[in-house]
């Protein structure tokens, strides 16, 4: 089982940038896919951006393709949302997850429920 933390959320202003991290303890991050969720007041969460546990394939929700990138670096087992051009409409708590897969696999998903991993949530707040 791998433990997550998250960090890096704040406030910022529309079209400005945060880079949020995650931090994975308790396993090595080579044998997990990953994705980045977000859930606003009062709505479903969404799933914004995976990938997979080769590094190989990452998938991008429509409302961020272009603006946020997802990365990873096993060696520090961490994994970053860099999020660019941001909008009030990003506004959101920001979880990342994990679930286990072969090293070589190029699986990705943005269902929440293909995950069983996940880090507490970090405040993003987009000031317009």
């Known amino acids: 089982q791998v433990q997550l933390v998250e960090s890096g959320g704040g406030l910022v202003q529309s079209g400005g940038s945060l880079r949020l991290s995650c931090a994975a303890s308790?396993?090595?991050?080579?044998?997990?896919?990953i994705a980045w969720f977000r859930q606003a007041p009062g709505k479903e969460r969404e799933g914004i951006s995976s990938?997979?546990?080769?590094?190989?394939?990452?998938v991008y929700a429509d409302s961020v393709k272009g603006r946020f990138t997802i990365s990873r670096d096993n060696a520090k087992n961490t994994m970053w949302l860099q999020m660019n051009s941001l909008k009030p409409e990003d506004t959101a708590v920001y979880y990342c997850?994990?679930?286990?897969?072969?090293?070589?696999?190029?699986?990705?998903?943005?269902?929440?429920?293909?995950?069983?991993?996940w880090g507490q949530g970090t405040q993003v707040t987009v000031s317009s």
């Open positions: 990938m997979s546990a080769s590094g190989g394939s990452t």
């Open positions: 997850a994990t679930v286990w897969a072969p090293a070589s696999s190029t699986w990705t998903s943005l269902r929440p429920n293909e995950y069983n991993n």
């Open positions: 308790g396993s090595i991050l080579d044998y997990y896919a």
